[in-house]
Each structure stands twice: as C-alpha cells, then as structure tokens.
C-alpha cells in the first residue's frame, strides 16, 4: 500500500517559506530512496522545509535534546520529520557543503562508517 502525503505538516502557527541557507550538494541514503520511489515521500518538500528552518519534530520531542548536543558538537543543522512510524533525519554539514536524508534506522550505520 503506497502512503502519499504520509509527512505530518508545519505547524500552521509557524510560517517557514524564507531560505535560511544553501542545503549544499543533496543526498539520500538507500532507505529513503526506496521511499521516494514508491511514492511516500517527497525530497523536495523535506529539503525545503529544513532550509527555511522547520526543525519538524525535533520542536517537539524529547529529540529536542539530542539535535542540540549534535548540532553543538559537529556544527551540524538537524530536521526530523515523522514518516509513518519513522523519522527522516535531513541533517546538513557544518560547513553547508552537503545535506543528506537518511532514515533513523539508518543513523547508526552512517555513524559507524564515518
């Protein structure tokens, strides 16, 4: 069964339709292409939502606490939006040369083989 529009939107309190910064070169990991493929999600919305500053869940969530500890430690810029029982993670480089999508189960394999 193909889920469209399967991401939960802005809240609608929040506006976030101005650019902050440039995502960089954009990437996704294999689990979210196999989202895009089948229909599920939409990159483009994703991408557009973290770089007008949406942080998603992480507004929301004991996450709150772990994109801080990241985000001060590597200088990173995290986004989390629930997909179904899932979070995608759009998180771009300290030095805004790339972003990336990756599923949250995949998170740990991207730690190990950095």
Known sequence: ??????????QPSQRYDTPLFRPGRCVATLGIDNLICQGTINP???LQRHICGDPGELANTKLVMLARDLEAARGQRLSAFLVNSEYVWVVTSADWSV??????????????AA
């Not at 069964?1 to 802005?10: G, Q, S, T, W, Y």
């Not at 972003?99 to 190990?112: C, I, N, P, Q």
Request: glycine share 4%; aromatic share 4%.
């Open 1 to 10: 069964m193909i889920l469209r529009n399967a991401v939960k939107p802005a």
């Open 99 to 112: 972003t990336k999508l990756m599923l949250s189960s995949e998170w740990g394999a991207e730690a190990r």
């Open 44 to 46: 483009h919305e994703l």
